[in-house]
């Protein structure tokens, strides 16, 4: 059964660098069919699309976001991971990682979710 | 961006009744339509894919129907675990985009 899992840390400095790794367990994250995303949801708020990364490294971001952003993968580990810059308190989220049903598809599974808090 | 709007806010209903949660795009998105279910402290769980596929494991209370802009989930029959809140996402165009969602209270 395939199983995702975030870590980092949750608590990052406005200005600062964002940075979270989804490890993939029970799987292969080389999969051809897949491509693997990251969602965040602000407390008490709805579900946003950060950006999705193909084993191949090929990337799709949201472009609300797109110049702050980087989504990596590194194959060796079975992982993928998030980078956000110059966060401020409006990055405060949930941070998800997902696997997608190809380049623009629907999510399934689902990380349990990171919480982030940006704070001096 | 198409913007995908959810209606109502929030559903009442009693445990046995049937619930119906709307789902409209701002333009159309074919058939490339997903619902979510999300309870508290847990993350989204896919429900139906491509407007009316359900996902792997989900009961077939759940129903999901429409095309182009105009969505509909339904649950014939209302369980105490459906209480929760459901998203609806895209994946027609570029970005991928979601409902604002429903909420689904105990009456």
């Known amino acids: 059964q395939l199983q995702l899992q975030e870590s980092g840390p949750g608590l990052v400095k406005p200005s600062e660098t964002l940075s979270l790794t989804c490890t993939v367990s029970?799987?292969?994250?080389?999969?051809?069919?897949?491509?693997w995303g990251w969602v965040r949801q602000p407390p008490g708020k709805g579900l946003d699309w950060i950006g999705s990364?193909?084993?191949?490294?090929?990337?799709s971001y949201n472009p609300s976001l797109k110049s702050r952003v980087t989504i990596s993968v590194d194959t060796s580990e079975n992982h993928f991971s998030l980078r956000l810059s110059s966060v401020t308190a409006a990055d405060t989220a949930v941070y998800y990682c997902?696997?997608?049903?190809?380049?623009?598809?629907?999510?399934?599974?689902w990380g349990q979710g990171t919480l982030v808090t940006v704070s001096s | 961006e198409i913007v995908l709007t959810q209606s109502p806010a929030t559903l009442s209903l009693s445990p046995g009744e049937r619930a119906t949660l709307s789902c409209r795009a701002s333009?159309?998105?074919?058939?490339?339509l997903a619902w979510y279910q999300q309870k508290p402290g847990q993350a989204p769980r896919l429900l139906i894919y491509?407007?009316?596929n359900r996902a792997t494991g989900i009961p077939a209370r759940f129903s999901g129907s429409g095309s182009e802009t105009d969505f509909t989930l339904t649950i014939s029959s209302l369980e105490p675990e459906d209480f929760a809140v459901y998203y609806c996402?895209?994946?027609?165009?570029?970005?991928?985009?979601f409902g604002q969602g429903t909420r689904l209270e105990i009456k």
């Open positions: 333009q159309s998105v074919s058939s490339y």
């Open positions: 491509d407007a009316s």
């Open positions: 996402q895209q994946r027609s165009n570029w970005p991928i985009t």
């Open positions: 997902a696997r997608l049903m190809g380049i623009r598809g629907w999510f399934d599974p």
């Open positions: 029970g799987g292969s994250i080389s999969s051809s069919s897949y491509y």
């Open positions: 990364i193909y084993y191949s490294g090929s990337t």
